[in-house]
């Protein structure tokens, strides 16, 4: 053997003992994760076992899917194809879709504007329109776009154009998305109330308001109604509450129907209560944008000869909505991410409710819940996720009759690490208990759903959820059976 073959052959060795030394290193690792991922889960099982013989979950139901988030392999599950009722984790399913369907870069839009004609003297002879798209940002404390903000600018605007006078009205053209603002699943304790706040096709200050309030002095006594924040005259406040026991807190409930003038006000607001009022739902949201708008203008010296009003209300008086004339200006929401951070981070309903519409509205349908959910389970069944498991009834989870298992949800948040928004979708996930997960609530159902990456650097997918639990507490006891993966 020549020089020349002899460095050949010992190059050739070489690269072979490389190889196998990567391979080997390789396999270790890899041996060593699946060992600990072993004895995690092993774990996990213990945890499990023992959280189901405790008496609070004895005539409950509970599932618990959990994947490798690397491979989507099934980890560990228990009673995952069982459909529950989610509570708010449905809203990671509402996000990961509005994410794909819409685009994370989304905005929504609302425009100002005119009918019929303005005068040399500065008479608007038509009306000002206040044209929605369902934006649920528009005049929220949350953005740029707050309520004082958005009222400055359109006054702005119209005096621009040189409007001086109006004779006509402010409506607030709601026409977006229909009439119906509720999912029909909603409870009646919940519609009226801020996590009750329907959709509107002219959404505003994320449709609520506060209604302030003292507690007598003794229990059992009135407790008063102070006012309402801003100030909603419109509205005839009914009070029947009673003062609660120290430490019982808020107990209150508005029943405020959709479209209604008047609320009761029912429950209890405890001795001693920290705060000092309640969020109540608007129920007519572009009634109290068109409303403000005209007080806005009165104030700068603007009058209008008719009151404010909306697209439904003529409708519903048989008066015809003249075509716009000119647009004078338009605002834009902030994108889909940033509303995906609200809301899963603070889990708003009515962003949920909203982005349900518009997806339906984008998959070519009516803006309807009905649409939405339809559109929903469409677009995850087409990625291979069965629909019978995802049985919709909203966007926000607040219905008790939704019904969607672990496992079709663990398979949503698989899927959604392969698209180029999920770096904003997870951050937008809360932190509970030192993980990545959104929490979902409702009467006797808990639910967490989301990411952990554990202290060794093994990633999962975590679905639990419990329904008819008995007592409290039980949030605690569901972190003891996801410790076992820390």
Not at 303 to 311: E, L, M, N, P
């Amino acid at each position: 053997m020549n020089n020349c073959n002899r460095l050949s052959y010992i190059i050739f060795v070489l690269k072979h003992m490389i190889k196998t030394l990567l391979a080997a290193q390789f396999l270790f690792i890899l041996s060593v994760g699946t060992a600990f991922a072993q004895t995690a889960i092993q774990k996990l099982e213990s945890a499990y076992e023992t959280f189901l013989s405790d008496p609070q979950v004895k005539n409950a139901s509970v599932s618990l899917s959990v994947l490798d988030a690397n491979t989507g392999k099934i980890l560990f599950a228990r009673n995952e194809h069982i459909g529950l009722a989610p509570a708010s984790t449905l809203k990671v399913i509402t996000a990961a879709t509005a994410f794909s369907v819409l685009g994370k870069d989304f905005q929504f839009q609302t425009t100002l504007a005119y009918t019929g004609h303005i005068t040399p003297e500065g008479v608007l002879k038509g009306d000002l329109m206040i044209i929605g798209s369902g934006d649920p940002t528009l005049g929220s404390d949350r953005y740029q776009n707050k309520e004082q903000t958005v009222l400055t600018e359109w006054v702005n605007a119209a005096k621009k154009v040189g409007i001086k006078k109006i004779e006509g009205a402010i409506v607030g053209d709601d026409r977006a998305f229909g009439t119906q603002t509720t999912p029909e699943g909603w409870i009646w304790q919940d519609i009226g109330n801020y996590f009750g706040a329907g959709t509107s096709g002219l959404s505003w200050r994320e449709n609520q308001f506060d209604i302030h309030l003292r507690p007598g002095s003794v229990e059992g006594a009135e407790a008063k109604f102070i006012k309402t924040v801003p100030e909603t005259p419109y509205l005839k406040i009914v009070n029947e509450l009673k003062t609660g026991s120290p430490g019982s807190g808020d107990r209150a409930y508005a029943f405020l129907p959709p479209y209604s003038h008047v609320a009761y006000l029912r429950g209890t607001w405890g001795i001693g209560i920290g705060k000092a009022a309640i969020s109540v739902a608007l129920p007519d949201p572009a009634f109290d944008c068109a409303y403000r708008l005209e007080e806005s203008l009165r104030q700068s010296g603007i009058t209008t000869t008719q009151s404010a009003t909306t697209a439904r209300l003529k409708a519903l008086n048989e008066q015809p909505i003249a075509n716009i004339t000119q647009k004078i200006s338009t605002i834009t929401s902030p994108t889909l991410s940033e509303m995906i951070h609200w809301f899963l981070k603070k889990s708003i309903n009515l962003y949920g409710e909203t982005l349900l519409k518009v997806i339906a509205t984008r998959s070519g349908m009516d803006a309807t819940t009905d649409n939405g959910t339809s559109a929903t389970i469409k677009f995850w069944a087409n990625k291979g996720i069965d629909r019978s498991a995802l049985n919709i009834i909203d966007g926000s989870g607040l219905s008790p009759g939704n019904r969607i298992t672990s496992m079709a949800m663990a398979k949503v948040l698989f899927e959604a690490q392969k698209e180029n928004w999920f770096g904003d979708y997870r951050r937008s996930f809360p932190e509970y208990n030192g993980m990545t997960i959104k929490s979902g609530t409702i009467n006797n159902v808990s639910a967490f759903a989301g990411y952990h990456t554990s202290a060794s650097g093994h990633r999962y997918i975590v679905v639990i959820g419990i329904n008819n639990y008995s007592g409290s507490g039980i949030n605690r006891k569901l972190f003891t059976v996801l410790n076992a993966l820390k």
